[in-house]
């Protein structure tokens, strides 16, 4: 099985390149299942459920978010009836929407996406690590893939994570920092791993921002607006490979065969 992880997709850049490659590096790349986070695909700050749409129409299977989830308050009515739109498990019960989803992949490989949001530096939300522990506890037993997105702002709680879960699920993907990492591996129980799987968007920026304003923000430390900048647009992604061929794991997870980091630009 081969599924097609593309990180935080940002602004009309993000949107765009997402719309004009993802098509071709299915096909080429023999992809069963995508998921992308898209909370920043609305001008960098939430998305819209027009947004939404028009990603799981052009090949996106499921959509995670993270604290920028509730930007747009459109998106509050949209999320109890799109359930392939993910928010973070972890916020407190009586919020709209679903931090997990159940679903067939291309090859008819049963999978869970779970989606969290970390704690430190973020709002002190629930437990992310026990809303895992429940949320698996929930899974039915035929579920053979499962794919974390830890969207979390320290590379401790991420890795924390992947360790905490390690062969009871089969990937874990960092998101929410928007700059890739180079510690992608499989752990010892099977488990894929990579701290931040980078952004989808323009480069030429801060972290997806217009560096100019983003700067000055840093010189004067007063309130400012920040548009989606342009320049160097690149697709980030993670491709993992399972072992088909081999038992689930005791946590009957598919194990990870690789992990590996593919960056995409417009032709």
């Known amino acids: 099985m081969r599924i097609l992880f593309i990180g935080d997709i940002v602004g009309s850049p993000g949107r765009q ?25 609305a001008s960098g700050f939430g998305i819209t459920p027009r947004l939404a749409e028009e990603f799981l129409k052009n ?10 989830s509730w930007d747009r308050k459109e998106i509050l009515d949209f999320l109890p009836h799109e359930r392939r739109l993910l928010r973070p498990a972890n916020f407190p019960e009586g919020n709209p929407g679903s931090g997990i989803y159940l ?3 291309r090859n008819g490989v049963k999978y869970a996406v779970l989606n ?5 530096f973020l709002p002190a939300i629930d437990d992310p690590f026990r809303k895992a522990d429940s949320e698996l ?31 009871r699920v089969s990937a874990v993907v960092g998101t929410h920092t928007h700059v ?3 510690d992608e591996r499989v752990l010892p129980e099977g488990t894929a791993y990579i701290t931040d799987v980078g952004m989808s968007g323009p480069h030429d920026g801060v972290i997806g921002m217009d560096r100019s304003s983003m700067i000055k923000k840093f010189l004067d430390a007063r ?3 920040f548009e989606v900048a342009s320049g160097d647009v690149q697709m980030n992604t993670v491709l993992i490979e399972t072992d088909d061929a081999s038992v689930p794991n005791a ?11 593919q960056r995409f630009r417009i032709d």
């Open 59 to 68: 090949g996106v299977d499921v959509l995670t978010g993270g604290n920028h």
């Open 17 to 41: 390149i997402v719309h004009e490659r993802l098509a071709d590096i299915v096909e080429q790349k023999k992809i069963d299942l995508v998921i992308a986070n898209g909370e920043n695909a």
């Open 103 to 105: 679903g067939t992949a």
């Open 116 to 120: 969290l949001q970390g704690r430190v």
């Open 223 to 225: 309130p400012a607006r």
């Open 137 to 167: 506890a929930k899974l039915p037993a035929d579920v053979a893939f499962v794919l974390v997105d830890v969207h979390a702002e320290t590379t401790s709680e991420k890795i924390a994570m992947g360790w905490y879960l390690d062969g």
């Open 180 to 182: 890739a990492t180079a």
């Open 251 to 261: 946590g009957g997870r598919l194990r990870a065969r690789s992990i590996e980091r």
